[in-house]
């Protein structure tokens, strides 16, 4: 099959090379002329785990190809996906559609005959029907199908998701297009990967059904957190005793500062927001938006509680910046807001993520970075583990302790059992325990 990815993002780089290692002709597209650049000397634009060994196989392989010129990639392509941004709209919470749209206006200019136009990128109920109206009215000579199929890869674990999924989602009633996508997803299809034919409205709304779905465990077990810390229970035995029942299940169950990156934030609130369109309200996914929200102004509350009376002219080590580890994403990061609430009161802030730093700096100039944890550490009145990284699962506490000015550590994602921490001579501070 020929494929053609617009998008050489996150979702669309990840699906490209995923899609060219199942034997499939693909081609990136993207506007960006420095990352198809980048992408044809081999640099990845992002960092996802397998990801730059994946692409170099297969463009050697000469199954994957970058260009920046969308018409000759689109010319004869069996599928063409749609995989460019939709982030937030600034002012309403409305996913932004206009990047989607234009990728449309140009595939109708480029095409030549019969299509499959496959959005991938996260959309709200309806954008299909735009995207057909929009291929229709400029190109009413040529039978075009569009389909939705929604991506659920996580950040860090991409590549393992695309390649073994729960499920595949996909959303038409077309024939021909049914077949073309069957024959995309044969590789999976033949491992017995279930495939889910839906209408097309429905499989968009499947995508932020099941983010809201998700977000709400995260928020729920949080909030549970804090009642445990009010009546002296332990989350993680809470977690363990409610996620054992298989109607609940284990995953996302983990108390800790709050969900973010690229996915959570705006998907729940693209979901309100087509909520209150089509007046259907969603009162559970508003309050776990408010309550996220919260939750993360509160970790600031809390690092600055362990700091004592006075925090300010004190240093917090932040160990952990992005939203979770294996990725660089800063966005959303519960980072942000916990360095901004110890910034207002006047405490110096050093930090250290393996993989976040260039795109933290952008976004937190005035922040101290350092070169491991323990240079962050050094002279720091508290250590604060934000994000779990591996190499922040086994610390030297007594070379830590030996470059603190005090031995506090408030662990925000319950990396460490207290006995551990508590013996190597730190005060320990965790969440929901």
């Known amino acids: 099959m020929r494929i053609t990815m617009i998008g050489s993002g996150y979702v669309g780089l990840v699906s490209g090379a995923c899609f060219s290692d199942f034997g499939h002709q693909v081609v990136c597209v993207d506007k960006d002329a420095d990352k198809i650049a980048a992408l044809n000397a081999g640099r990845m634009p992002i960092f996802e785990p397998g990801l730059a060994a994946l692409v170099a196989a297969n463009v050697a392989a000469g199954r994957l190809s970058f260009t920046t010129d969308l018409a000759p990639a689109v010319d004869g392509a069996d599928a063409i996906f749609i995989a460019v941004g939709t982030p937030s709209r600034r002012g309403d919470g409305h996913a932004d559609l206009s990047y989607v749209f234009a990728a449309t206006e140009e595939i109708a200019d480029a095409l030549t ?3 499959v136009v496959v959005t991938k990128s ?88 099941a983010n809201a779905f998700l977000a709400t465990k995260i928020t729920f077990i949080n909030e549970i957190a804090d009642l445990c810390e009010a009546v002296g229970a332990d989350v993680q035995d809470v977690s363990r005793g409610i996620g054992l029942d298989n109607r609940i299940g284990r995953k996302f169950l983990h108390a800790g500062p709050g969900y973010g990156g690229s996915c959570f934030p705006k998907d729940t609130l693209a979901l309100l927001k087509t909520a209150e369109d089509f007046d259907a309200p969603q009162r559970i996914v508003e309050a776990v938006v408010q309550v996220n929200d919260s939750r993360k102004r509160a970790m600031g509350r809390k690092v600055l509680a362990a700091l004592g009376d006075e925090p300010r002219g004190k240093t917090v080590a932040l ?25 207002d009161a006047g405490v110096n802030v050093r930090a250290y993520d393996p993989e976040g730093m260039v795109a933290a700096k952008a976004m937190m100039p005035d922040l101290h970075y350092a070169r491991d944890a323990y240079e962050a550490a050094d002279g720091a009145d508290a250590v604060v583990i934000v994000t779990e990284w591996d190499v922040f699962r086994a610390l030297d506490f007594r070379r830590l302790k030996a470059v603190m000015a005090a031995p506090v550590m408030v662990d925000l994602r319950n990396v460490y059992r207290r ?15």
């Open 113 to 115: 005959g019969p299509s």
């Open 419 to 433: 006995e551990t921490v508590e013996g190597a001579g730190f005060t320990y501070l965790a969440v929901g325990r």
């Open 319 to 343: 160990l952990g910046l992005t939203f979770k580890p294996n990725t660089d994403d800063m966005r959303d990061a519960p980072a942000l807001a916990i360095a901004t609430a110890l910034g």
């Open 122 to 209: 996260t959309v709200p109920v309806g954008t299909g029907d735009r995207v057909e109206a929009i291929l229709r009215e400029k190109r009413p000579d040529l039978d075009t199908a569009v389909v939705s199929n929604p991506e659920f890869l996580r950040e860090g674990a991409a590549i393992g998701d695309f390649k073994r999924p729960d499920r595949i989602v996909i959303g038409t009633e077309d024939a021909r297009a049914q077949a073309v996508m069957q024959a995309v997803y044969r590789p999976l299809y033949l491992n017995e990967s279930p495939i889910l034919f839906t209408g097309r409205r429905t499989s968009e709304l499947i995508k932020y059904a």
